[in-house]
């Protein structure tokens, strides 16, 4: 338990979150939205702090992070808790938990890095529940693992406010950001929040850091897949944030309380590809569907398969550090010479709830 940033006192007693948009009110000895805040005696503690739902090293284009160091492997780690109230959350059993009810671990900033090092992982993964709600916490680990090298990665929905961004974010390398739909009424629906606030991320992003960061759409049938949705969202990429950011449409399969709603087709998220192209962007990807074709890396100017992939394995890498052969540069970070290929599909360390 450590006393949070981002609060204040309001005149009735209650304590007013800065933390995420949400700007929970919180009275004494209650939580506030996510679980892992709590106002305990009229201070702010964040509960997350020094705690862990497990460990797991997985391939980095699990998160996914096709243009952030591929072919390397990543620790995966979350704790419990959230500040989004997502129906179709797949890993629900974490992010609707409290810490007591996850089995978390101890777990001390200097013992994550550590555990980084010890498994030789270029990077940390900061995901399961969003790493915001616990953002005390990543900002102790991000600077110690930029001191030993070791780069820190956000998996998350970027529903954070302006004042904490900065914070939060300082020692961040990359980020993969959930646009959940491009309609306020998916968002308010369907997740219990708005969509504004994530837009105003992913422009702070692009236009205020140099964090790497790519987006994913989870396409859930009836909700948010009509093409013209998806257009829009193509388009305000293309409009905000360029045409080089990734884009990842990945398929929803039934969970928690859609569990009535039938899995996205191969065909839905393929068609969702195929209008981000047309519309201009230059690296996009489906996810959660078996399809070479789209998980494969292409280069921009002379459309040779750069990376390929099958799931997250890496078939062929011709990357010689960022550039194609034709003399084409690749967006991203990479490994120095023509890069690596692995067949890991994750290792446990520590047991999760991750689904």
Known sequence: MKEALWWETQEDGRILCTLCPRYCRIGKNQPGFCYIRKNIDGKLYSLGYGKSAGFA??????????????????????????????????????????????????????SVVELALRHRVPSLAFTYNDPVIW?????????????????????????????????VYRYIDAANVDLKAFTEQFYRKLTFSHLDPVLDTLKWLRNETDIWFEITNLIIPGENDDPEETRRLCNWVLDNLGDEVPLHFTAFHPDFKMVDTP?????????????????????????????????????????????????????????????????????????????????????????????
Request: hydrophobic share 30%; aromatic share 8%; glycine share 10%.
């Open 135 to 167: 953002g005390e916490f990543v900002i102790d680990i991000s600077r110690i693992a930029r001191e030993s090298g070791v780069k820190s990665v956000m998996v998350t929905a970027g529903y954070i406010t302006p004042e904490a961004r900065p914070q």
């Open 263 to 355: 899995r996205t087709p191969e065909s839905t998220v393929q068609r969702a590809r195929q209008i981000a192209l047309s519309a201009g962007v230059k690296y996009c990807y489906v996810g959660n569907v078996f399809d070479e074709e789209g998980q494969t890396t292409y280069c921009s100017g002379c459309g040779r398969a750069l990376i390929r992939r099958s799931w997250h394995e890496i078939l062929e890498y011709h990357l010689v550090n960022d550039h194609c052969a034709c003399g084409q540069k690749i967006p991203g970070y990479f490994l120095r010479g023509k890069g690596t290929r692995h067949r890991s599909v994750g290792r446990l360390i520590y047991p999760h709830e991750s689904r």
């Open 57 to 110: 090293i997985d391939p980095i284009e699990k998160k996914p992070l096709n243009h952030f160091l591929p072919g390397t492997e990543i620790l995966s780690f979350g704790t419990a808790g959230c500040n989004l109230g997502c129906r179709f959350c797949q890993n629900w059993s974490i992010s609707k938990a409290k810490l007591d009810d996850a089995q978390s671990l101890s777990a001390s900033p200097e």
